[in-house]
């Protein structure tokens, strides 16, 4: 599986969109992008994941560049509830996933 | 309400002794998955099952050990031979074992040593 980077933190005032990058330089041609989120204590959540165009749901928007080697998830009107650590997971074959560290979002009322 | 129950929330264990975590679903689903958390760290793969009766041994099985009898049930197991059983415990499940399936986790079991 391709590795990501994502930075370690990021601050967003409410209200405001919230844009996440993560790049992922080695991504091969089958390789999908999924973004999860993880509230303090919780269990992961499934926010959205794209192969090669953009992709919006109720929760959130994922942009991949056209030579997929980064990807941006947007939350569009951050709320408070919002503040979480995004996990950005580039993944093939096997359905296991690597969660790396993420980017802790802080949402500033 | 479908979903992933994994019980207990918190649970201690004494020095040698065995401990089992509970992880259900009812979302009728093949796969499921065992990850451990540890603090400010990301999840690291512990076992997983594709099917009834079958389970692989993920990155860090050693001091573990799991049984799938019943598709709704993957209990995990941690041994007297995990020295450092203190972590955040996930269990997820998917559909299948297909790439593109989305695992759907439970809240977790903090796991504490005496």
């Known amino acids: 599986d391709a590795k990501t980077t994502q930075p370690p933190s990021m601050d967003c005032a409410e209200g405001r969109a919230a844009n996440l990058p993560c790049n992922h330089s080695t991504i091969s041609g089958n390789e999908y992008v999924y973004w999860y989120r993880q509230i303090h204590s919780q269990g992961p959540q499934y926010i959205i994941h794209?192969?090669?165009n953009n992709e919006t749901n109720e929760m959130a928007s994922l942009i991949i560049t056209e030579d997929r080697k980064s990807s941006t998830l947007i939350l569009p009107h951050a709320t408070l509830r919002d503040t979480a650590v995004y996990y950005c997971i580039v993944k093939t074959g096997a359905n296991n996933l690597f969660f790396g560290t993420g980017t802790r979002l802080t949402i500033i009322p | 309400d479908g979903g992933i129950t994994q019980s207990p929330k918190y649970l201690f264990r004494k020095e040698g002794q065995n401990v089992t975590l509970s992880c259900e679903q009812n979302?009728?689903?093949?796969?499921m998955y065992w990850y451990r958390q540890d603090p400010g760290q990301g999840l690291r793969l512990i076992y997983y099952s594709q099917i009834v009766n079958d389970f692989q041994k993920g990155d860090i099985a050693e001091g573990y050990s799991v049984s799938r009898e019943k598709k709704e049930s993957f209990p995990l197991t941690v041994t007297s031979a995990q020295k450092n059983p203190t972590a955040f415990y996930l269990c997820a499940s998917s559909i299948d074992f297909q790439t593109k399936n989305i695992q759907y986790f439970g809240a977790g079991t903090r796991l504490s040593v005496l």
């Open positions: 794209g192969l090669k």
């Open positions: 979302l009728n689903h093949d796969a």
